[in-house]
């Protein structure tokens, strides 16, 4: 059944449709950590909707807020709902003490993107200035403002030209150091690329309107940057008066453990964008979090009709609840470190597994040719993909060359499916080392 459906969206759906061919399933159901084909199959779910499905595929107790808020109101543009304002206040709350007060929430259309575009708007209001700084290996979205701060040419090479005035310099790679330095002797030149930029008089760009990074890159490979590196870039920034953009989207909603990532460190934002994990089961929602100093907007100066979309919202309450009465931020850093231990003693036995990092259930696993040339593998990841999935386990591959396994499985997922999962790595491991 599987493989008629996938020809027939071959056959009738746009061919930008973007599946992983060596994963070829139809999806019938989902619950929890499981994925179920129209076959029959069962998968675990270590792709978890790109970083969306946080409580899990149809979360019961998210449910009920769904079914209750559906049969009252769907749509309410922007007029104000108790719903929304409560949904508003939780995540005001949640924000760190120190800030609380300072900050204001709005929401965007259904797309993350929605939400990167917003803030660069916002950011350009604000400070009357163009342009952005990004960092290679970030990823903000699709649409224009988005894709022209996203680093990889891929998605840009057919597209003579986005928005104006957009710069990338290095992130904190530490494994791929751009400058390469070892740990030991890191100066974070890296950060001080991003100040001679703004210091040389002599580099060709404009003090921009804001930055944009995440604090812990997703699609570029799970990338955590070195300790001190966000801080040190906040701070370079508000020196010029650059608005800083932390786009939390994929990082946020406790998948490295805490509510927001910038939370792990001292690092303060300006703006942090949110969606993804926020629509608590895969309900779509974005927007932004922002300091109230920095507010620019007049009414109306940006819009949105879906933005007011009560179920969605809902379900973010739904899904704050769920992580506060089952201590979900706690289990999701316990059993991170389970799956991270697992996978770097996976690593011991495999001369192409060169890196394993991540912080709570976001969790790369980089394979190379040769540990100390480091040159990427994406063929061996390309068929370990394959066994996994011929074994029963999905998962994303993202990474500057197609060579990171990416794991940001929801974060509900039990010790006995990772430990299925393990398994399933381990035998895929034998098979392709064969
Ligand atoms: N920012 C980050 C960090 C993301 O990971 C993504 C999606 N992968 C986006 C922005 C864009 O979100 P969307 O695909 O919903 O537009």
């Known amino acids: 059944k599987s493989e008629k459906l ?16 060596n994963m070829p399933i139809a999806i019938k159901r989902a619950k929890g950590s499981i994925i179920e084909d129209v076959d029959g199959n069962q998968f675990i779910d270590f792709f978890g909707g790109c970083g969306v499905l946080n409580v ?3 979360n019961d107790f998210v449910l009920e807020y769904v079914k209750e808020q559906q049969a009252d109101l769907i749509h309410a543009l922007d007029f104000p709902t108790e719903n929304k304002l409560s949904l508003i206040q939780k995540i005001l709350n949640k924000i760190p003490e120190e800030i609380q007060g300072d900050y204001k929430v709005s929401f965007g259309g259904p797309t993350g993107s929605d939400a990167v575009e917003a803030a660069i708007k916002l950011a350009k209001i604000k400070t009357g200035r163009d342009g ?16 022209a701060v996203t680093s990889d040419t891929f998605f840009r090479k057919k597209l003579t030209s986005l928005i104006p005035n957009i710069h990338f310099v290095p992130y904190s790679y530490c494994y791929r150091c751009p400058f390469n330095k070892e740990e030991s002797n890191c100066n974070y030149d890296c950060a001080k690329h991003f100040e001679w930029i703004l210091e040389t008089g002599h580099s060709g760009i404009n003090i921009p309107a804001a930055i944009i990074l995440e604090p812990l890159q997703g699609e570029g490979g799970n990338v955590v940057p070195k300790d001190g590196f966000l801080e040190r870039i906040v701070k370079i920034a508000h020196k010029h008066d650059i608005i ?8 946020g909603f406790y998948r490295t453990g805490s509510f927001l990532e910038f939370m792990n460190t001292k690092a303060i934002p300006d703006i942090i964008t949110f969606s993804k994990g926020f629509g608590g ?27 007011g979309n009560q179920v969605s919202i809902a379900a973010a309450r739904g899904a704050f609840d769920f992580i506060e009465q089952y201590n979900i931020e706690e289990y999701t850093k316990l059993i991170g470190e389970y799956l991270m231990k697992k996978l770097k003693d996976l690593a011991l036995d495999n001369p192409f597994i060169g890196e394993v990092r991540g912080k709570g259930m976001m969790i790369g696993v980089e394979f190379v040719k040769d540990k100390i040339t480091k040159e990427p593998f994406p063929e061996f990841l390309k068929k370990f993909r394959s066994e996994c999935f011929q074994r029963g386990l999905l998962f994303e591959v993202g990474g500057h060359y197609n060579n990171v396994l990416r794991l940001v499985p929801p974060l509900i997922t039990t010790h006995n499916i990772i430990n299925a999962a393990l398994e399933i790595m381990k035998e895929a491991t034998v098979v392709c080392m064969k």
């Open 281 to 307: 089961i895969g309900f779509p929602i974005s927007g932004l979090i922002y300091r109230k100093d920095i507010e620019a907007w007049k009414s109306a100066d940006h819009i949105g009709t879906f933005r």
């Open 6 to 21: 996938l020809k027939l969206q071959e056959d009738i759906e746009g061919s930008v449709v973007s599946y992983p061919k």
């Open 244 to 251: 800083v953009i932390f786009d939390e989207i994929q990082s």
């Open 132 to 147: 952005v700084i990004a960092f290679s290996g970030g990823y903000h979205g699709m649409t224009s403002g988005a894709l």
């Open 56 to 58: 899990g595929h149809g």
